[in-house]
């Protein structure tokens, strides 16, 4: 099974729109980690945001907000305010086990956003 | 406070052939992460040090790749010998606590013809 399924390869949006980018992940630890990353054309992965299996409230950055279904095991990343120079690939990525202790990465397949003026 | 540094940028080799790629992590960062993103996919990890012990390389084509971190700051990952699957972009990352969020290089582009 996938531990992390993306099942939007892509996505438009109008500028200064809202948009979600969808994220279920798979695992059976009770510790985990949630991230997303963007990657530009340009190459470079830049990480945006992140939640903890334990965080009891939705994780924000700026113009970017995760929401958090634990019970569903879902991820989303919201992005409001769409600007042009969010049109890049997003990918959500999990941590299996605690901060500081053994663990494992896995990536999913990616979003590919494109923001239309 | 400087990024991962990784080099070469890009690099075409013959299968067959071996190439190494190098990489610095932000200073004082311990875990180091290496990755293999093949062109439409997301990044695949690879091998995953705590300072210069190796934590998960579970993923690692042992057969083929290698790598090491023999003073807990820079890496190489190797490839002997290369096959035409091993093109790809080998990303390296580091964070501070095991575990946290990562910091990516801006990756080496792999050929292999």
Request: net charge neutral; hydrophobic share 35%; proline share 5%.
């Given at each position: 099974a996938q531990k992390i399924t993306q099942t939007q390869p892509g996505m438009f949006v109008q500028e200064k729109e809202a948009v979600t980018l969808d994220c279920t992940y798979d695992t059976s630890d009770?510790?985990?980690?949630?991230?997303?990353?963007?990657?530009?054309?340009?190459?470079?992965?830049?990480?945006?945001?992140?939640?903890?299996?334990?965080d009891e409230q939705n994780a924000t950055e700026g113009r970017y907000s995760l929401n958090f279904q634990k019970a569903r095991k879902s991820a989303n990343l919201v992005i409001s305010a769409s600007q042009l120079g969010d049109s890049a690939m997003y990918f959500c990525a999990m941590r299996e086990g605690s901060l500081y202790n053994f663990n494992k990465f896995y990536f999913g397949s990616g979003t590919k956003l494109n923001v239309k003026p | 406070e400087a990024g991962v540094a990784q080099s070469p940028r890009y690099k075409i080799i013959?299968?067959?052939?071996?190439?190494?790629?190098?990489?610095?992590?932000?200073?004082?960062?311990?875990?180091?992460?290496?990755?293999?993103?093949?062109?439409?996919?997301?990044?695949?990890?690879?091998?995953?040090?705590?300072?210069?012990?190796?934590?998960?390389?579970?993923?690692?084509?042992?057969?083929?790749?290698?790598?090491?971190?023999?003073?807990?700051?820079?890496?190489?990952?190797?490839?002997?010998?290369?096959?035409?699957?091993?093109?790809?972009?080998?990303l390296c990352a580091s964070s501070h606590t095991t575990g946290g969020e990562q910091y990516f290089g801006p990756g080496t582009r792999l050929t292999v013809t």
């Open positions: 009770q510790s985990y980690g949630l991230f997303w990353y963007k990657q530009p054309s340009s190459g470079e992965m830049i990480f945006l945001i992140y939640q903890g299996s334990y | 013959e299968k067959r052939q071996s190439v190494a790629f190098w990489c610095n992590p932000i200073s004082g960062h311990a875990t180091l992460y290496w990755y293999q993103q093949i062109l439409g996919q997301g990044p695949k990890l690879l091998i995953q040090f705590q300072n210069n012990g190796v934590v998960d390389d579970s993923q690692l084509p042992k057969d083929r790749f290698s790598a090491e971190r023999l003073k807990g700051v820079d890496s190489t990952l190797k490839i002997q010998p290369a096959k035409l699957e091993d093109s790809a972009v080998y």
